[in-house]
């Protein structure tokens, strides 16, 4: 994200979402041999008919439980890297460089997290819905063909250009010279080749660029479509000695609705968080919906059903075992993503999740 001078960091009194967050991470630490699994343990329980909502689905909360032993195995470096991260978060307050962006309507409906056949994707949530049309880029030569944009790169890569946008009250992004400082800046190490992150970093800004992205929502009996394009003007250098020359962004600019709507209804993120699930477009998913939804949560909780959340996150899933087969991935994102947000309330219950008011993961600044 954009880059500044990090004061050195501050201590403070964790709250109770950290005091969780801290038990649970004493767990971890003490032996070296429990799962990361074993960081939240989803208790089920019967929503009572005060938990139930009408038309919404539910939400977890943490609860110690009893170690399981056959998650008493090695963690993997990536494990390593989410505990250290969920303790950093839990003890020390984030500051303005840890502050990300994203818009709240990315928070609902989300981009595609695997690749896509064809020139369209549809993803509908309850009352939204979001309709990716693919694009083309000018060359210099002729139009190209983009594909849909999709998986973890064009979300950090949108993140990182909200932020600018945001922190810097300006609809122009400026990309920079180089794809290695760019690619450094998103936690991707500037590696070639075919599935490099370079390859995959230019094929998706790219993506990102040319799609065009259509909104349709309904409001007090009324439905609503939304057409345009987020990006209006992708300015690339069309020559020069280094590979990464040919069609690498100098400046990006939104267009003046996405700009204008982002600076009213921009969600405010732990980028340390979302950083460090950067390796599962599901889990940032999850992340980014519930640091838009725990807040507005008024009253009772929220119960959100299996059907719901597969019809939000996993419209791929079909068939007979399309529900199970969607908990089986669901799970472990949330449990990802319940790690570096502490202060989330989210308890498994019979059929789904139950929502429970929770404070957002970053504060948002007084306007």
């Known amino acids: 994200m954009p880059q500044s001078t990090k004061e050195n960091n501050k201590r403070y009194k964790p709250s109770s979402g950290a005091d969780v967050a801290l038990s649970k991470l004493r767990k971890l630490t003490g032996t070296h041999l429990i799962h990361t699994s074993s960081l939240i343990h989803l208790n089920k329980q019967a929503p009572t008919k005060n938990d139930q909502v009408h038309g919404e689905t539910p939400a977890i909360t943490e609860a110690p439980g009893k170690e399981n032993k056959s998650e008493h195995k090695k963690i993997t470096a990536q494990e390593s890297r989410l505990i250290k991260t969920a303790a950093e978060i839990a003890m020390e307050r ?3 460089d840890d502050r990300a962006y994203m818009h709240s309507i990315m928070c609902q409906v989300g981009l595609p997290r695997s690749k896509v056949e064809g020139n369209s994707f549809e993803r509908v949530s309850g009352a939204a819905a979001l309709l990716i049309e693919a694009g ?3 060359d210099g030569k002729r139009f190209v063909q983009q594909s849909i944009p999709y ?5 950090l890569i949108l993140a990182w250009m909200n ?3 945001v922190r810097c009250n300006t609809p122009v992004i400026p990309i920079g010279d180089s794809a290695s400082e760019f690619l450094k800046i998103l936690g991707k190490t500037p590696n070639g080749g075919v599935r490099g992150a370079f390859t995959t970093f230019k094929k998706q800004i790219q993506a990102l660029s040319a799609c065009r992205m259509t909104l349709g929502f309904n409001t007090n009996g009324h439905a609503h479509t939304y057409e345009g394009k987020p990006i209006k003007h992708f300015d690339a250098w069309l020559s020069g000695k280094e590979e ?8 990006v600019t939104f267009s003046d609705d996405y700009y204008q709507t982002l600076k009213l209804h921009a969600v405010p993120l732990d980028l340390r968080a979302y950083m460090e699930l950067k390796s599962s477009a599901l889990a940032m998913d999850v992340y980014i919906w519930a640091a838009q939804r725990l807040y ?3 009253g009772r909780p929220v119960v959100l059903y299996w059907s719901n959340l597969r019809n939000q996150f996993g419209q791929e899933y079909t068939g007979k075992e399309a529900d199970k087969n969607f908990k089986k991935k669901f799970l472990p994102a949330l449990r990802a993503m319940l790690a ?3 202060e989330a309330r989210i308890k498994q219950v019979t059929g789904g999740i139950m929502l429970i008011a929770s404070p957002p993961p970053i504060p948002f600044k007084p306007s």
Not at 151 to 155: I, N, S, V, Y
Not at 244 to 251: A, D, I, K, N, S
């Open 163 to 165: 932020t600018y946008a």
């Open 94 to 96: 984030p500051d303005d």
């Open 136 to 138: 083309k880029l000018w």
């Open 151 to 155: 998986g973890p790169m064009p979300r």
């Open 296 to 298: 507005r949560i008024e």
């Open 244 to 251: 990464q020359r040919p069609l690498w962004p100098g400046t």
């Open 340 to 342: 570096v947000y502490p």
